[in-house]
Each structure stands twice: as C-alpha cells, then as structure tokens.
C-alpha cells in the first residue's frame, strides 16, 4: 500500500532496526529516529498557537534537524528551512515573511537573531544546546502517532528559492509532494536500503531533503550527516561513513577536485551522485578520481519530474521530457521553438530560434505555489501554464539541455550570447574554482560580458594565463569572451554553494574585489582597472546619457 505522506513513511519505519541516521559521534535505528520524532511532535503540538502551524529551523546538518523534520511531518506542522547564511534585513525579513510560530536553533542561531524583530517572541525559541532543552523533549516520549488532520495536503516544507537571482521567495511543498518524490528519486537514483546516503548539502536545501533525506526514508537507507561541507572534509567523511551516494551542486564539485589529488581517494564506496551545473569536464574528472558518477538533473524546489533521465545521451544533455506537455516556448509568441542546430562543439547556431523558456502546459495544477506571494505566483503561472524561469533548447534527437537562467542571455552588439556558455569554458580552467558569468551595461549601448572568478589562496590572475586559454577554446564565440573578469579567492555564495550572480551583476565592476578589463578588440589581452579606470568609464556612461545603467 503506498504511503502518500511523510507521516505514513515515517510510521513505516517504527519498529525497524536498520540504522536510519548517523553522525561522527553516534548512530540511530530508523526506530530511535521515528521515537525521538514523535516526541518533538508531541511538544510542538503542546505549543502550537492560532494561525500557521510554522515552525522554524535554524540548525547546521546535526540529528536535531532530521528529528524536527520528522516531528513536523507527524504534528502536521510546517518546516521553515532559515538561511544560515542570511544576514540581517535580509534575514529578518524572510524569517518574518513565513509567520514563524516556533523557533528551533541553537546558541549560534540566536546569535544571528539577536537584535532581529522576526515576529517571534524570544519564549517561543527553543534552543537545542541549552540545558534542559533535553529534558523537555524526553517529557513528551511515547509511542508514534500522526495527528489525523494529517493529510498528502498539509504543508510540510517552506523552502526560501531564487537566492541567487533576486529576492528570495517561499516555494511550498507539501506532505504528498515530498513523499511522492521520496518514491520517484529513490528508484531514479537507485537509493535502496543498503545505501549511505552523505548529507553534505545543507537541510534548509531543497536538494538534500527532496534528493536524499526523503528518498533515504522512503527506502529504508541510512543518511549520514555532517554539520557543514568541507572540501577538504568530504573524502574523510565519505570513508568513514562508507557512504555509497550524496547530493551536491557544481560549486561543491570545483572545491572537491581543487584539492590535491591522493593516491587513496578512489580508496572509498562511492557509487554515484546527484546535483546540478557540475560542468562535463568536472564530472569525467571525478568519476575517474573517486570512481563515482556524478548524474546531473533538472529540478527545482517549485517543480520536479518534468524530464527524465538519459543515460545514453550526448554529454551535457539533462535527458528527454516526462511528458507531452513539456516543451521550450518562446517567451514573446508563445510558439514551441524548432529544434537547434548544433556545430561540431555542440554550440547552438540558431540560438535565437532555438532557445527559449522551459515551460509545462499542464505544470499549473502540479505547482503549490509560494507562500503569501500572489505576484511571484502570477510570475510562474501564465496563460494557465508553468513558466520556470530556465532558459533550454532541445536538439533534433529531442533531448533537452540548459541553457541558463532567464538572465542568463547577454546582449552583446546585437546578438544574444550565454553566459551558461562561458561559465562551462571558464571551469575547464584548471586553477579556476568557480565561475559566474553575467551582462553588465556597455556604456554606449547593449550590455558586455563579465566574468566572475575564484581561484585557490596563493595563485595570482596572471598564473592563470587567461587570453592563452581563451584562444584555445575552439567553442568560444566571438562575443562570449569576457570584457571584465572580477578575481577572488572566495566569492559571495549562498547556503547551497551557488554564486550570488546577482549580486555580482549588480556590483559590476564596481567591487572592492580585483577587476581584469579587456578593450573587447583582437585578441583577449587583460589589464589591471584602476580607480581612475573606474572613473573614466563612469564619466563616459554619463557622457552618452546612460548614467541610469551604471552598475
């Protein structure tokens, strides 16, 4: 009999003594878990007040949160995943925005709190390493049970989205949704009851809980947990968990291979892996040093399943539509684009045609929409279809690819270029850690390409040997080469590791970081910008009237 809430999948595992969760320092049966759940649920239930039954969780990757995941799902309450690496305004208004009405954290959170008016009472904070908060939990033990109100309707998760381009919104997913992917993901990725699933995302994620916490539970796996990723952490950890699966994104792939290569590291039981934008060269690169296959997706925490994997296809495509109703739309005559016409590099020819929006004609009635945002609703919801706001192409074959964010596309002199593109060539830089690629305003007219660039401690810009790089990449338009490269050695990020592009696009060449400016003629040739470099380009956007585009 299928289980169509997290509720019905954790009462499941009741009495089942496979180990369920590790950490470090100690394991627990799936048993202990569903027990050490209730009896959260109990105490928040014991708590609960009128309005929202939201309750917020501000935690690294420690058992706390797993146990409130699961206390949640049997009290039928909402988990609030907070940011940790939100700040301020930022943080306060996101947390204040999901009408809280508790607050799990610890000493650390409260800390990052402290001083915040997030619409919730300092009395409604429970603090986990606090003493006494121990006693309290155990007060409320018994045997399991789910709140029968419970249904594959309650809201069980709101997850803060879209960090990365712009204010941040609270995509709901409901108890039936999770569990429904809880079952998809654990057979598309092959999670059965004999894997280690490495948790190095964190919680807060929809990746970690949609990709590995809820298939782990509907398969009966054990999920081992480490409090934050570690590049240099994660071999050790893998070895010592035997893990055989984990969940990532690119950024956390490009730290991981940065490290200096060992004899030992394919020593481990790694099998494979799932996330997004890890470049094709990243992927053949670590599955020849760690023996693990990395298998990228198309998701998000809006919306999944709208593609289905395939293994056999070209590389760097995300596989072929679930359904008929998946398509890539142009998004002024709302017609399906024709398929693209690919060189021999694989670079789109009629990109124009081509390459238009990701788009579901029926994906309206799957999408449960953001909490309390009727405009960012509106935004996906169109036409009574589902826009994602991801930019693709499918080829003649009719596999799909990525093409980028719907910002994605850079108008240089006329013609749209990818800034998906150069970021893929950028990363096949050997020193290069991790790049963002965006449009930042020609001071004439259109916009020009930048490029954002983290490099390891130690090595300077001219090691990299840019424009010699650059020359030999063979499937690198002659507009996609950067004007502007920004160099650090640790750009902004969000919590998941993804680049703050936005932010970067915002700040432009403007930033306190070190900025490399090519004249865009001949061959890429880079030169240091100077305060009074910086000046002179602002007097010219104000000399052509274009003052209002200044970054």
Not at 34 to 44: C, N, P, Q
Not at 275 to 294: H, I, K, N, Q
Not at 306 to 331: E, F, K, Y
Not at 375 to 385: D, M, P, Y
Request: net charge negative; glycine share 12%; proline share 6%.
């Amino acid at each position: 009999m299928p289980h169509h809430t997290i509720a019905d999948l954790l009462l499941a595992r009741a009495g089942d003594t496979h180990v369920g969760l590790r950490t470090r320092e100690r394991s627990w049966t799936w048993d202990e878990v569903v027990r050490e759940s209730a009896a959260r649920a109990a105490l928040a239930a014991s708590l609960r007040a009128d309005g929202p039954f939201h309750i917020g969780v501000l935690l690294d990757n420690v058992p706390e949160y797993v146990f409130w995941l699961g206390g949640a799902a049997l009290s039928g309450a909402t988990v609030v995943g907070i940011n940790s690496t939100r700040r301020g305004t930022y943080l306060e208004q996101e947390v204040r925005h999901t009408d809280c009405q508790l607050i799990i954290t610890d000493r650390a959170g409260l800390a990052l709190l402290d001083g915040l008016d997030i619409g919730v009472d300092r009395d409604r904070f429970l603090i986990v390493d606090e003493p006494g908060y121990t006693q309290r939990v155990a007060a409320h033990a018994g045997e399991p049970v789910r709140d029968p109100a419970v249904t594959a309707d309650t809201r069980m998760l709101l997850l803060f989205t879209s960090g990365t381009t712009g204010t941040s919104k609270a995509a709901i997913c409901s108890q039936g949704r999770l569990a429904g992917l809880g079952r998809s993901n654990s057979a598309k990725y092959h999670i059965g009851r004999g894997d280690v699933c490495y948790c190095p995302m964190p919680l807060f994620h929809g990746n970690a809980l949609m990709a590995l916490w809820a298939p782990a539970l509907t398969a009966g796996a054990t999920i081992a947990l480490t409090p934050k990723f570690s590049a240099s952490g994660f071999l050790p950890d893998v070895q010592h968990f035997g893990a055989t699966f984990f969940t990532y994104v690119g950024k956390a792939i490009g730290y991981i291979l940065a490290r200096p290569e060992q004899p030992g590291d394919a020593d481990n039981r790694l099998t494979h892996a799932f996330g997004t934008e890890a470049s094709p060269e990243d992927r053949d690169a670590f599955l020849r040093r760690f023996g693990c296959r990395l298998i990228e997706g198309y998701g998000s925490s809006e919306g999944a399943g709208m593609l289905r994997q395939a293994p056999d296809g070209p590389a760097g495509a995300l596989g072929i539509p679930a359904r008929d109703s998946v398509r890539i739309i142009h998004p002024e005559t709302h017609q399906t684009c024709p398929p693209a016409l690919l060189d021999e590099h694989g670079r789109v020819k009629n990109p124009e045609e081509a390459i238009g929006e990701i788009i579901d004609t029926e994906g309206a009635a799957r999408f449960e929409g953001y909490y309390n945002n009727e405009a960012a609703n509106a935004e996906r919801i169109r036409g009574g279809w589902y826009w994602t706001g991801d930019l693709g192409y499918v080829d003649e074959d009719g596999y799909f690819y990525f093409a980028g964010r719907s910002g994605d596309w850079i108008r240089v002199d006329g013609e749209n270029t990818s800034a998906l593109l150069t970021e893929r060539i950028l990363r096949r830089h050997p020193a290069i850690v991790a790049a963002g690629v965006f449009g930042v305003p020609d001071p004439r007219s259109g916009d020009q390409v930048m490029a954002a660039v983290e490099i390891p401690e130690g090595t300077r810009f001219e090691d990299l040997r840019l424009p010699d790089f650059l020359a030999g990449q063979k499937d690198l338009g002659t507009k996609s080469a950067p004007r502007f490269v920004r160099v650090s050695h640790a750009l902004p990020t969000t919590g998941s590791g993804k680049l703050r592009k936005k932010e970067m696009q915002l700040e432009g060449w403007r930033t306190d970081d070190p900025v490399y400016r090519w004249a865009g003629r001949g061959r890429p040739d880079y030169t240091p910008m100077t305060d009074q470099d910086k000046a002179a380009l602002r007097e010219e956007f104000l000399a052509n009237g274009r003052a209002r585009f200044l970054p």
